[in-house]
C-alpha cells in the first residue's frame, strides 16, 4: 500500500516535465496500485470488523464534547 501511494504523487509529477515520459512509465508506475487497493478491499470484505473489539475500544475512548457542551 506505502509502494501504491508513492506511485500516485509520482506519476502526476512526471506528468508536469515530461509528458511523454510519462506516457511511456504510466502502465508500470500504476501496475502497484493496481495490485494493492483491489486486494485492499478484498482483505477488508473477508476479514470485517470485529464488533466486540470496535466497542471495548470505543467504550475505553475519552468521550469527545459536543459543541452544546462547551
Known sequence: M???AACYPI???A???APA???GIFPAILLP???AEPSFALWLM???VN???WTKRADA???IASPTEI
Do not use: D, R
Open 15 to 17: 506528468l508536469l516535465p
Open 2 to 4: 506505502q509502494l501504491a
Open 51 to 53: 464488533v466486540t473489539e
Open 21 to 23: 515520459f510519462e506516457g
Open 46 to 48: 473477508l476479514k470485517g
Open 33 to 35: 496500485c493496481l495490485i
Open 11 to 13: 506519476n502526476s509529477f
Open 61 to 63: 475512548s475519552p468521550a
